[in-house]
């Protein structure tokens, strides 16, 4: 795994680890506005369940590189799965962690793709086969 890989796992992965603990604590508030009205379950547990999940998989993003793909692939999947959230949040107008304008908003959704394309990448997709050997070599051994 090469040294950008490495630091874009473990800096996304503490990064999980550091949202998912604020939701369970000091802007737990601030996430529960972000829950969209249409939601089925409700603002609290939704925020809680969320951060849990963040917490889990940043947690295992860095401290598992064995299983760097499969977790990478699960933290897409999860930041693709909280999009229609960050729609909403526009949609609805909601303000939420200094996002108070339309455009605030709107300039979010694309680091949405970002997010998800970092977690992949962290995780070892577009490497190489060669690259791949190494990796598993490394992590045998």
């Known amino acids: 795994m090469t040294i950008a890989r490495t630091a874009v796992r473990v800096a996304l992965g503490t990064a999980m680890v550091g949202a998912g603990l604020l939701h369970l604590t000091v ?3 601030e996430f ?14 939704t925020v809680v369940a ?3 999940v963040e917490i889990g998989l940043g ?10 793909r499969t977790v ?14 960050n729609v909403a949040q526009y ?12 455009r605030a908003r ?17 995780g070892g997709f577009w490497s190489g086969a060669r690259q791949e050997r190494e990796a598993r070599r490394t992590d045998a051994g």
């Open 27 to 29: 802007a737990r508030e």
């Open 32 to 45: 529960q506005a972000q829950v969209p009205e249409w939601f089925p379950v409700g603002d609290d547990l």
């Open 50 to 52: 969320s951060g849990v």
């Open 59 to 68: 947690a295992a993003f860095v401290a598992v590189p064995s299983r760097r």
């Open 72 to 85: 990478g692939l699960l933290l897409a999947a999860f930041y693709v799965a909280i999009f229609p959230g």
């Open 91 to 102: 949609v609805e107008h909601t303000d939420a962690f200094g996002l108070t304008t339309d």
């Open 106 to 122: 709107f300039v979010r959704l694309f680091f949405q793709p970002v997010l998800v394309l970092a977690a992949l990448f962290g």
